[in-house]
């Protein structure tokens, strides 16, 4: 831990009840520098936690959920992780900021640098433009230095993290075209979160069944494009379809990529070894292994595969991680780690739950 901090870091989780606000509260109950002192729930506002989550029982600080008001509330910790739906960190972050609190955002309010991309692909007019160009993304292995000093993280989620880990190495070699990227992924029903009531994540709509949707234009593909670009050097366009699949939890990102050189698998998977060398969450597998969803859930990893179809001249890189974990909130308390001056893998878990 950083010399300059005083003791624990008084934490607050707002959006306690979400499935990213309890594994926050998961993770962070026994962290050595943390001290979870506000959580924060609208719909169950003057609840004991126990009573909503009795699993969880005498393990936090802060025993009973608030309604959470920026103003009268900033001063209840020194950084507060924001588990809403987008839109409502933008309108509540001022107050947090002004306090001298740092905020690690969990939703897609201060990913996109653009403001103007936000009704486009969110529907939402933004009234925090001022905060975009400097928050920081939270993907540590691409942003940790920036990280560390960060008083807004933007804690990207989970079918963008698994993409970008992806592809990211492979447009950083200019090995193959940016502007012909295509991204399969499937995500277990957790993803679309807790307060979800529509019919298509009943138990009898998902059983048995699989599919597509946000066909030809999901609100993630401008996010990951800019984060490709930034890593590419260049405009990078990518095919984004993503499918909710019959599980609980996980990932599986498949990404295709057209070569333009004449690398070869050996030397693909060489950098991309190198590319993660010091990155603690990430594991790229030896040759002729590929990750499955099983392996990473409960773990704050993100496994990748790499093959070349030969025949197309295409590289195939196949990436998998737990949505709530590398994918939300082991993500957020990895960047915690990194503010806070703790070593990144601090009470992170490395090992998935397997079977």
């Known amino acids: 831990m950083d010399s300059a901090t005083p003791g624990p870091v008084r934490v607050g989780i707002v959006g306690a009840t979400g499935y990213a606000g309890i594994e926050l509260i998961r993770l962070l109950h026994n962290h050595p520098g943390a001290e979870i002192t506000f959580l924060g729930s609208q719909s169950t506002a003057g609840k004991a936690v126990a009573d909503v989550f009795p699993h969880v029982d005498g393990l936090t600080g802060a025993k009973t959920l608030e309604a ?3 103003a009268r509330h900033a001063d209840a910790a020194d950084v507060f992780f924001l588990a809403m739906d987008n839109g409502r960190a933008m309108e509540m972050i001022g107050p947090l900021l002004k306090a001298g609190a740092r905020v690690i955002d969990l939703s897609a309010d201060f990913r996109l640098r653009d403001a103007s991309a936000y009704p486009v692909w969110y529907r939402l007019s933004h009234n ?43 447009l950083a070699c200019k090995a193959v075209d940016p502007c012909r990227v295509i991204v399969d992924a499937m995500s277990g029903v957790s993803g679309a979160g807790r307060s979800r009531k529509t019919t298509d994540y009943m138990f009898s709509e998902l059983s048995g069944n699989a599919k597509a949707y946000g066909v030809a234009g999901h609100r993630h593909t401008p996010e990951i494009e800019q984060e490709l670009a930034a890593v590419s050097g260049g405009e990078v366009r990518i095919t984004f379809t993503p499918h909710l699949v ?18 070869t698998l050996d030397s693909l998977h060489a950098f991309y070894q190198e590319f993660y060398a010091d990155a603690p969450f990430v594991n790229v597998l030896p040759l002729g292994q590929y990750p ?21 001249d295409r590289l195939i890189v ?32 490395q090992i998935a739950l397997y079977p």
């Open 68 to 70: 959470f008001d920026g």
């Open 292 to 312: 499955s969803t099983q392996y990473v859930k409960g773990s704050n990893m993100c496994m990748l595969g790499l093959g070349l179809d030969t025949r197309t």
């Open 318 to 349: 196949i990436s998998a991680t737990d949505n709530l974990l590398k994918g939300a909130s082991g993500q957020a308390v990895q960047n915690f780690n990194i503010m806070t001056g703790f070593p990144e893998t601090t009470n992170l878990p």
């Open 246 to 263: 019959p599980m609980v939890r996980g990932i599986l990102a498949t990404v295709y990529m057209d070569l333009t050189g004449e690398e």
């Open 128 to 170: 925090a433009p001022e905060l975009l160009a400097e928050a920081v993304y939270g993907l540590p292995e691409m942003y940790g230095s920036r990280i560390r000093g960060a008083r807004l993280v933007a804690n990207p989620g989970c079918y963008t993290t698994t993409s970008i880990l992806a592809a990211a190495p492979a």
